[in-house]
């Protein structure tokens, strides 16, 4: 009984442990900030966002640093350097 037990539980388990890995970083650790609760709207590399606007890797870990260090998040250097990378991947295509 224990056994069909386990084999239940692991049969569950494996697909969400699949898909787990499938998610960037980055994004874990940007959606646990709620950084949406502003670029929902603001959105991200958008014509009319002008103060920042960076318009390459270093830009953009500027402006990942500025965000975070306003909102107190605490991110440590690896940890920004994921978000930095999920933003890049799925909006602003820079080269490294
Ligand atoms: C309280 C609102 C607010 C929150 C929350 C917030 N931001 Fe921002 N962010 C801004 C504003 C305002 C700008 C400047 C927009 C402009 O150019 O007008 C900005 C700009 C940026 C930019 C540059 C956008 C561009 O393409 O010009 C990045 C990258 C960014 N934020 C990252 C983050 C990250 C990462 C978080 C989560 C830690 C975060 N922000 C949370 C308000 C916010």
């Given at each position: ?8 539980f692991l ?5 969400m442990a699949?898909?787990?890995e499938?998610v960037?970083?980055g ?29 390459d890797?270093?830009?953009?870990q ?5 965000c ?6 605490g ?8 978000v ?8 602003y295509?820079?080269?490294?």
């Amino acid at each position: 009984m224990k056994l069909l037990h386990k084999s239940i539980f692991l049969t569950l388990l494996t697909p969400m442990a699949v898909m787990a890995e499938d998610v960037h970083p980055g994004k874990v650790l940007h959606d646990d900030a709620n950084c949406m609760r502003c670029h929902a709207d603001l959105g991200y590399n958008q014509p009319d966002l002008t103060k920042m606007a960076p318009t390459d890797i270093k830009g953009l870990q500027k402006a990942v640093s500025f965000c975070d260090n306003n909102l107190s998040i605490g991110w440590f250097d690896d940890e920004k350097q994921d978000v930095v990378d999920y933003l890049n991947k799925t909006y602003y295509h820079f080269d490294h």
